[in-house]
């Protein structure tokens, strides 16, 4: 082997925050905060405060490989913490405060937190966990000195109180690149939470790869972007990171989701792109509806999470002139994996034959590599029929979970790619068409039917605002879709209304045998539907004939 003779200068997230302080300084940071105001900084100014953040982290004693736990919203204090404890070679754990109590105490423990960083809104949530969390983990709360709340937590820290007076510059140390920097705990549907341990590198690889298609994705120098998906999910699927580097301006949503909160920050803040999960776009469809219009400037939204409904991709973009992009990934990858960006291949496609291709998933970034494969672990061609198992490889794709053996076993093939648990296919061009998730595909008589097509095509039915398909059993054909449907306010509908509506649109045998309206269905703490509950609660429905 002949060895290249460049630097081998290690892949670190310090390098990402140092450069946004010297070439996007003057770039704004907005933050809708929890005390109920619009915070401005920006990069440059950002940097220091995160250089004053480590500084003090290393005074309070956090090392190298510590774990320190954050429990905060989208806003620039959350964004701090990303860079100063990944800068100084400690492990930034990222909890969703939507997690089952059980699985907050859980992950807490398992991860071993030295440090625990809490938005004044959860103050309350950790009160009544302290008893069962690690005895010398410290709460830090994020706040000024006259915003501190009454609490019984132990000894409470103020974050800014923590920064008042630290040097606002810093010399990054400088270790391997396969050093951890990020933990994220999956919500888990069955067992407990398990972590995904990012690296520096991985971090780094994986904001290059979204790079590579950030115009089409609406990360544009200057312009504004704002991250729905949550900085303690999965990165906020790489915002943090890619942001600083494109030089996008950031206006972060703080606690306020809803649809009426959303569109006033966006109209606001002349936002151009939003990212997040279909739900969250339901809630500012409607607000789009009843405005008539969309928010000032908005341009795009990226839908990712949870299969992009159809109606959805239509509405915002007939209705509304918005772009949709849709994307899929995992915790374990980073987490994209895909997003439908389109290239100079695609210049000849009408409007509506883009549209069609909405429906896919995307197509790869640099640095995933896609395969699907049959029962037997042969791989099957990309010709936009054959679907089976999706695998996938790279750089920031997990190779094992974090502490936890068992969880691990089996998660990779022979060939060392990993199991996603999706059921996929992929077209000649490229596009990946997700299925299903395997554990909701519906086993009916040796086929098989997408759950998630049969959503799509019910969700096109005027009275229906949302819907789930699971598998209910049967005597004959094993198992057969019941589609479970919440109605929009003041709309009635029959099973039989929504089954001939869905008989042109799909095959006969694909017709759910059943219709069952409700008036809400459960959702996962990332905001996905929750199909494990919906089985718990319908799986026993006789269908009818059955
Ligand atoms: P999580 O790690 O919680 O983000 O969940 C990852 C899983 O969400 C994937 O394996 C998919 O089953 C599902 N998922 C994510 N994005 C999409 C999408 N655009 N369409 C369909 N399923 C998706």
Known sequence: MTRGLMMDRPLLVSSIIDFAADIRRGTEIV?????????????GDSAKRIAQLAHALSAHGVNFGDRVATLAWNGYRHFELYYAIGGIGAVCHTINPRLFTEQLIYVINHADDRLLFLETSFVKLVEGLVDRLPKDLRYVILCAPEDMPETTLPNPLCYEALLAGQQERIVWPEFEETTACGLCYTSGTTGNPKGVLYSNRS??????????????????????????????HVNAWGLPYVMPLVGTRPVFPGPRLDGESLFTLMDQERVTAAWGVPTVWMGLLAEMRRH???PLGMELVLIGGSAAPAPMIEEFERDFGVDVIHGWGMTEMSPVGTVTTFGPDHDALSISERRARKISQGRRLFGMDLKIVDGTGVRLPHDGVAFGELLVRGPSVMAEYFNDPDAGLGVRDAEGWMRTGDVARIDPDGFLYIVDRSKDVIKSGGEWISSIDLEN???????????????ASHPKWGER????????????????DVRSYLSDKVAKWWLPDDVIFTDDLPHTATGKL?????????????????
Not at 31 to 43: C, K
Not at 457 to 471: D, F, S, T
């Open 31 to 43: 933050s809708a905060r929890v005390e109920g105001d619009v915070h401005r900084t920006t990069y």
């Open 203 to 232: 971090t780094v690889l994986h904001s290059m790869g979204l790079l590579t298609v950030a115009d089409g994705i609406g990360l544009r120098p200057g312009q504004s972007l704002l991250p729905v998906v949550p900085l303690f």
């Open 292 to 294: 008539g219009r969309k």
């Open 457 to 471: 095509a019910a969700l096109g039915h005027p009275a229906i605002r949302e819907c789930a398909v699971i598998a």
């Open 481 to 496: 879709p019941l589609l479970i449907a919440v109605l929009e306010d003041g709309r009635t509908a029959t099973a039989d």
């Open 530 to 546: 929750s199909k494990l509950q919906l089985r718990k609660r319908f799986g026993d429905h006789v269908l009818p004939g059955a």
